[in-house]
């Protein structure tokens, strides 16, 4: 299985990437295998069942809506999120779900969009869209959402493949020995060895602009939490949005500067970048998978901070450290277990490290596993 850093690191929208992005990768998926069976123009109706955990909490994270959305030939990726609602609030009005955009067909919600409660054999969040033609069914396929915006149909699922990418890479690893070993053995810090693997996919230059693409979408969403005028976030639960407040705070303390405000600042302002992005999310917003929507606070709150505080800071850096941080969130979901580096255990912390902080001392020049100094 390999695994690209942009596998983990996916432009998407919230609440869930198993939940909103993978539904709405799935459902687009289905439009692309209609065209391929040069079926598309013949469909007059679309079914869609949610199975399990998709079923049962998908309401509230929106699955339904992404389905939709995909169905319609969204992208997670591409969608702005804002015409989210409005289509939906047409479609229900109008009974008329318009087809990979342009293909008007008849969709009534409560026929058409079925929530059931069992649980299909491969995974919990399961789903299964089933066109229908004049004469009958045109397709049906069955999909997995199965985190972290990663989607496996019925046939890959059967075979038990989670990933059906089997690129060779020239440094490919399975574990974090492997990983240091290639490192020490090649004279490479992880972000080169990282970068090296990148280009079996795409040039360096596809690699670089792409991070930065994905680091510009970190940015603006956690500019639109520190932003937000909205003071309550959707869902019913009337949570309050903190960000914001929380962010002009700060802003007051770096204008007064104390002993106590310096001293907590820096943890301070990490916090504030994380909680704008899962506030972002909560609301439906666009933001980045990184590796899940529920735990993509961390990465562009560590990044923000930064490139805001620290003066030469630059292009380079966010490259090094998302190819570093994406090094361990490959081995993460590799092996299902979260690896302690051997500083950690040489500084004696006893908890794991949150994996985006082993993108850090590629930030700050810290000596890599080559012995070379960045």
């Known amino acids: 299985m390999s695994i690209s850093v942009f596998d983990l690191f996916k432009i998407g929208v919230g609440p869930s990437s198993s939940h909103t992005v993978g539904p709405m990768r799935a459902a687009f998926d289905f439009l692309a295998e209609l065209r391929v069976q040069q079926v598309l123009p013949q469909v007059a109706r679309v079914e869609v069942q949610l199975y399990g955990s998709l079923s049962a909490t998908g309401i509230g994270h929106g699955t339904d809506r992404a389905v939709i959305m995909g169905l319609m030939g969204e992208r997670p990726d591409e969608i702005d999120p804002n015409v989210i609602s409005p289509r939906i609030e047409t479609l229900l009005e109008t009974q008329t779900l318009l087809l990979d955009n342009r293909l008007a067909i008849a969709f009534d919600w409560l026929r058409d969009m079925q929530l059931h409660d069992e ?147 820096a943890m301070d302002w990490v916090n504030v970048f994380a909680l704008a992005v899962n506030e972002e999310n ?4 666009r933001m980045v998978t990184a590796p899940t929507n529920g735990a993509a606070g961390i990465i562009p709150a560590v990044l923000h901070y930064y490139m805001k505080f620290q003066p030469d800071a630059c292009e380079r850096n966010v490259v090094d ?49 080559s012995g070379k100094r960045r």
């Not at 979408?217 to 003071?231: D, F, I, K, P, R």
């Not at 909560?282 to 917003?285: E, M, N, S, T």
């Not at 950690?344 to 490290?353: G, I, Y």
């Open 119 to 265: 649980c299909l054999p491969h995974h919990p969040n399961a789903m299964r869209l089933i066109a229908y033609g004049a004469k009958g069914e045109l397709h049906r396929n069955t999909y997995y959402s199965v985190g972290g915006g990663f989607v496996v149909d019925e046939a890959q699922a059967c075979e038990g493949v989670l990933d059906s990418d089997t690129t060779v890479l020239p440094y490919d690893f399975n574990s974090a020995a492997e990983l240091m070993a290639l490192c020490q053995q090649h004279g490479l810090s992880i972000s080169e060895l990282m970068l090296e693997n990148e280009k079996a996919w795409r040039s360096e230059a596809q690699v670089r602009a792409g991070l930065w693409d994905i680091w510009r979408a970190m940015q603006a969403c956690v500019e639109a939490g520190l932003q937000s005028t909205e003071s309550i976030l959707p869902g019913g639960l009337n949570v309050r949005r903190r960000a914001a407040s929380l962010h002009r705070r700060l802003e007051i303390f770096e204008d007064n500067p104390s002993l106590i405000t310096s001293t907590f600042s």
């Open 282 to 285: 909560a609301a439906g917003g």
């Open 321 to 369: 450290f998302l190819l570093a941080a994406g090094a361990v969130g490959i081995l993460c979901k590799k092996t299902r277990r979260f690896p302690v580096p051997r500083w950690a255990v040489r500084e004696k912390l006893a908890r794991p490290v949150p994996w985006p902080l082993l993108g850090w001392p590629r930030l700050w020049g810290q000596r890599g596993t």
